[in-house]
């Protein structure tokens, strides 16, 4: 297991100081409206993710790639991201009441239903809303959240990232052998974040279908789940106007030790992306469908 750590370097204490202590000097629909520039220069020089963010927007459409209502939808996914990105920059100034001012909950109840289970929280989410947002939630109600991402690049990106994560009170951690330290987390009552829609290049990844299709799915969150006893609870924030978010936490799944492992992980997995799927339809341009969702053809 490797925790990622910031770097002890000036320019990256300094950088991260900048953030904190400028972002608030703006309102957040300032910032954002400031990002839709640069999302649209990324729109138009990276064709790769284009590419990708239009199959599949259009396997969930139902229309040809190239058709104008999915090209619109690509574009407002590029500039939604742009507002995410200036939403982790400006969170770094919000205190405990800007965020429950600025967020409305659905199902908050459902995270003290799953921690009465006594054995921590494995809290699954997708590449959609604001992430950010929806981790501060978790945070608000005490828990120590440790969260698995993917390699990073090392740089000032890099450093700026975990110096924003480590404010907040969440551990990063990298996916390649975290199983130990995520057990661990999840036997002291703490909380362990996961992403669902890692792409089917991702190794551990089981079959389930999403939006009518075959494809691949992380069996990470349900195989930890099953280990450990813990429940599953998925949950997301997504993005309204004048810088106000809606943040939804589902009924948590639970392992069912009556049923074969395979079985049981294929269950809670497939449940997972059927969940996920209805947060899609409902906000698709907020779904940051930036990588391979779908075998070709």
């Known amino acids: 297991m490797t925790i990622l750590r910031p770097s002890d370097s000036f320019a990256g ?42 199959k599949n927007f259009a396997h969930v459409t139902g229309l040809p790639p190239d058709d104008p209502r999915v090209e619109r939808l690509v574009r407002a996914c590029f500039r939604h991201f742009g507002r995410y990105i200036a939403e982790m920059i400006h969170l770094q100034s919000w205190d405990t009441e800007t965020v ?49 991402t993917e390699a990073l690049p090392a740089g000032w990106m890099m450093d ?14 990298s996916a390649d052998g975290a199983g130990l330290g995520l057990i661990r987390t999840l036997r002291r009552r703490g909380m362990v974040a996961m992403i669902i829609d890692a792409g089917i290049e991702r190794a551990g990844s089981i079959p389930v279908e999403f939006f009518g299709r075959p494809t691949l799915f992380p069996e990470g969150p349900a195989r930890l789940a099953r280990l450990t006893g813990a429940p ?10 004048a810088g106000l978010f809606k943040a939804y936490v589902c009924p948590p799944l639970l392992p069912d030790r009556d049923l074969p492992a395979a079985d049981d992980i294929a269950r809670l997995t497939q449940e997972l992306a059927r969940t996920f799927e ?20």
């Not at 995270?111 to 947002?133: C, L, N, P, W």
């Open 232 to 241: 599953l609870v998925f949950g997301l924030a997504v993005r309204r106007p």
């Open 13 to 54: 204490r300094f950088l991260y100081q900048l953030n904190r202590r400028g972002a608030g000097l703006f309102p957040l629909e300032f910032a954002q409206a400031l990002a839709i520039p640069p999302a649209d220069a990324v729109h138009a020089l990276w064709p790769s993710k284009r590419r990708y963010a239009a």
């Open 278 to 297: 209805g947060f899609v339809r409902r906000y698709p341009a907020q779904w940051y469908a930036f990588r391979r969702i779908w075998p070709d053809g």
């Open 160 to 173: 700026w990232i975990v110096r924003t994560r480590q404010a907040m009170g969440i551990t990063l951690t």
């Open 100 to 148: 429950l001012g600025r967020v409305e909950v659905e199902g908050e109840e459902n995270f003290a239903a799953a921690a009465d289970h006594g054995r921590g929280i494995v809290f699954v989410s997708g590449h959609m809303g604001s992430t950010e947002v929806a981790a501060s939630l978790g945070v608000l109600r005490g828990y120590r959240i440790r969260a698995v």
